[in-house]
């Protein structure tokens, strides 16, 4: 079956490091990877979109990597600010279920100053 | 632009009784989709529509949940005869178009508690 697997940890990082995430997946072949942002009580914010072709994005702050042979991305956080903690949320979307985002489980990042 | 809007933000209701959730997409978007997020839990995908068409409802729940999508007005999301198994956070989102690679975006969600 497929599964997508995000550290399930809290990362706790100071500020001004870069935290690293990473999401793995088994089973699946994802056209589109894509990472979003969720506070406390509120709904997932879209950060970053990944294709199966390219290997790296980057917006801001934000790198995100994508191996399709490793089945993995990661997802940096540069230069980390307090703003930063949030649940970080990978999620997979393939060529045959456009708009069915499968989501992984989230990892939790805590930036103290 | 306002955004996905959710409403009512928080509801509760007791078990046996009805839940209406409501969702309007952003200005000109034409696909919803919604999603439940259990407690502790990731997100899981229940319905994706568009205006007057279900386009896949694969994530639903078989009996007592429903959705539509009208021509005029917004993104309902039934269920009847709630269970307290049904209390979740709900969410919405939308896009202007399928599958065209670009990210979604969500509304804050509704809280469902059901006592």
């Known amino acids: 079956s497929q599964k997508i697997e995000q550290n399930s940890e809290a990362l706790n990082i100071q500020e001004g490091k870069t935290a690293t995430l990473t999401c793995n997946y088994t089973n699946y072949s994802p056209a589109y990877l894509q990472w979003y942002r969720q506070d406390p009580g509120r709904g997932p914010v879209f950060l970053l979109l990944?294709?199966?072709?390219?290997k790296e994005k980057r917006k801001e702050r934000l790198k995100v990597t994508f191996d399709t042979t490793l089945k993995q991305s990661l997802f940096h956080i540069t230069a980390s600010q307090p703003a930063d903690s949030a649940t970080y949320l990978c999620?997979?979307?393939?060529?045959?279920?456009?708009?069915?985002?499968?989501f992984g489980a989230g990892t939790q990042v805590v930036v103290t100053p | 632009n306002a955004g996905v809007m959710q409403n009512p933000r928080h509801l509760v209701r007791r078990r046996g009784q009805e839940a209406r959730l409501r969702c309007s997409p952003m200005?000109?978007?034409?696909?919803v989709y919604w999603y439940r997020q259990l407690p502790e839990e990731g997100l899981k995908f229940m319905v994706y529509l568009q205006k007057e068409n279900i386009i896949d409802e694969s994530g639903m729940p078989k009996e007592r949940f429903s959705a539509e999508f009208p021509k005029e007005g917004p993104s309902i999301l039934r269920i009847q005869q709630v269970v307290r198994g049904d209390s979740a956070a709900y969410f919405c989102?939308?896009?202007?178009?399928?599958?065209?690679?670009?990210?979604?975006?969500f509304g804050s969600g509704t809280r469902l508690t059901v006592v």
């Open positions: 999620a997979l979307e393939s060529t045959d279920s456009w708009g069915k985002l499968q």
């Open positions: 989102a939308s896009s202007p178009s399928g599958g065209v690679g670009y990210g979604y975006t």
């Open positions: 990944i294709r199966e072709n390219e």
């Open positions: 200005k000109g978007h034409s696909h």
